[in-house]
């Protein structure tokens, strides 16, 4: 599962620093035409792939355009960034709401879902409870041991630490600081669900196993499966590290 090469993933759009060319490049069809789709792009079915990226990164770049800065808009609860909620997709935004217990949330339009999801977040940041750890039954030793990470500002106690978090954020940073992207393993899906949930890392050996998702879809999947992400940053040797697994506390 560790990373042995360095795969090129940069952004050619200097002026929209979360748009990256590359990386949309890189993605299939049916999952470019679902986040087109998200954003309100419609007929796509006809599309080659190269359109398809041409549509995408120009949707991508308004949507950024829209959020040029990454601020935290609520002052009084620091962990809770508006803008960063802003730029989520709405499948993603309702993720989250269903994590945290929200309901009826599927006739809402993004405006109202975001500021649910803010609403939300605000509450739980009192109680420091957004992005902790879901327990169970039948949590493992190592789910029991790990420092409890809450949101990108927390930090490991010393090298080599074992973590956990559920903050889809954190997840997002690790991952995309090792260049992997979100994926399942090939055959395991059922009844239009995602299967075995896993990470695809630059020059993983099993990389043709693993079939490449969107982020909505993982996030969908690993709240709904009440999951918690065990992991590290760094080694005790300071190397970074590629360690992770997923976890259900009730199974």
């Known amino acids: 599962m560790a990373s042995t090469k360095t795969a090129k993933g940069r ?3 200097p002026n929209t620093p979360d748009v990256s060319e590359s990386k949309i490049a ?3 069809a049916a999952d470019l035409r679902r986040e087109l789709k998200s954003r309100g792009v419609k007929n796509t079915d006809d599309l080659k792939k190269p359109d398809l990226v041409k549509k995408m990164v120009k949707a991508a770049r308004r949507e950024a355009g829209k959020n040029p800065t990454s601020h ?3 002052p009084n609860t620091p962990g809770v960034n508006e803008s960063e909620i802003a730029r989520l997709k709405v499948p993603e935004l309702r993720a989250r709401l269903s994590a945290r217990g929200v309901k009826g949330t599927a006739d809402l339009k993004k405006p109202e879902l975001v500021k649910k999801l803010v609403k939300t977040l605000t509450k739980s940041g009192s109680t420091g409870s957004g992005g902790g750890k879901r ?3 039948k949590a493992s030793k190592s789910l029991k041991y790990s420092q409890e990470i809450t949101s990108t500002g927390d930090k490991p106690e010393r090298l080599g630490r074992s973590l956990v978090t559920t903050d889809h954020e954190v997840i997002r940073q690790w991952a995309k600081a090792r260049k992997a992207v979100p994926a399942t ?5 059922h009844d239009g669900h995602l299967g075995v949930l896993r990470f695809d890392f630059p020059g993983y050996d099993e ?3 693993l079939v490449e998702v969107s982020w909505a879809e993982w ?5 709904k499966r009440r999951l918690n992400f065990i992991y590290q ?3 005790t040797s300071g190397k970074r590290s590629n360690f992770f697994q997923l976890e259900n506390p009730d199974e």
């Open 11 to 13: 952004n050619d759009t």
């Open 26 to 28: 890189r993605m299939k």
């Open 72 to 74: 935290n808009d609520t």
């Open 135 to 137: 327990t169970g039954k």
């Open 185 to 189: 393993v090939a055959g395991t899906q």
């Open 207 to 209: 990389s043709d196993r």
């Open 219 to 223: 996030f969908e999947a690993f709240d």
């Open 233 to 235: 940053q760094r080694l």
